[in-house]
């Protein structure tokens, strides 16, 4: 761990190619023709890229007890995402219809991978820089405070470039939209460790974004997200000791 100054240490590749697996399942509950069960999706998928950062750590703590950087810190959706995980198991198994659109060119696919990959970052840089610690209201706050800086970064930051990136990647494999609806639905729609080893096309289209994540036009963008967050979380901490 790096601590609180310093250089924050680039994440493993094979932790980003997970976020970006959990990305494209995100991004695949768009082609999930069931009300409720897409979201389900969405937010298993964004809770499951978190927890393997979080474990990737040491963080043996439950991931409930940092929901809000998964669900955000609107506790309407937080609601609507508890009320989610009741949805019957009959309603998962609904038919799906041919998919003949391509993944990547699908408007708000590269913004749904692109979104679980930064929150994956975000809580690495956090965790590399020692927050997320501890347990109890601290830990909460602390969660509460990652998730608020990344959300405000996120919308005011010019991210075309990284989403073009993305969706140029993601328009590469034959098949992958239909592989990428089978693999969340399999992973991310029941009550079950979802497979971060899909293999084909999901896989490597993983491995795909993660390339196109070492590209130097977008590390450059990746790294002024970083200051971005750094920031945001940087005055947090102020406020909290004037008020302190």
């Known amino acids: ?4 100054g310093g250089q924050v240490a680039d994440p493993p590749r094979q932790l980003v190619v997970e976020w970006a697996l959990c990305g494209i399942a ?3 509950s768009r082609f999930v023709p069931v009300p409720l069960v897409d979201e389900l999706v969405k937010e298993r998928a964004t809770r499951y890229a978190v927890h393997r950062t979080l474990r990737a750590h040491g963080r043996t703590y ?3 007890a940092v929901e809000e ?3 955000g810190v609107d506790t309407r959706r937080a609601a609507l995402a508890r009320t989610m995980r009741s949805i019957p198991r009959k309603l998962l198994l609904f038919p799906v219809r041919k998919y003949v659109a391509i993944f990547g060119s699908v408007r ?3 913004n749904d991978v692109m979104r679980v990959v930064f929150l994956g970052r975000t809580v690495h840089r956090a965790i590399e820089r020692g927050r997320l610690d501890g347990d109890g209201e601290p830990l909460r706050n602390d969660a509460i405070a990652v998730r608020r800086a990344y959300d405000e970064a996120i919308e005011n930051q010019d991210l075309r470039l990284l989403r073009g990136a993305l969706a140029d990647g993601l328009s590469q494999g034959r098949g992958l939209t239909r592989a990428a609806v089978a693999y969340a639905r399999s992973s991310f729609a029941r009550d079950e460790k979802p497979r971060l080893k899909p293999g084909g096309e999901v896989e490597r289209s993983a491995e795909e974004v ?3 994540l070492r ?3 977008v590390v450059e963008e990746l790294q002024r997200f970083d200051v971005r967050v750094d920031a945001l979380l940087a005055a947090t901490g102020e406020r909290r000791r004037r008020s302190s």
Do not use: I, N, Q
């Open 1 to 4: 761990m790096s601590g609180t």
């Open 26 to 28: 995100a991004a695949a």
């Open 62 to 64: 439950d991931d409930e």
């Open 69 to 71: 950087l998964y669900e």
């Open 108 to 110: 708000g696919v590269p």
């Open 210 to 212: 993660e390339s196109v």
């Open 215 to 217: 590209r130097p036009d």
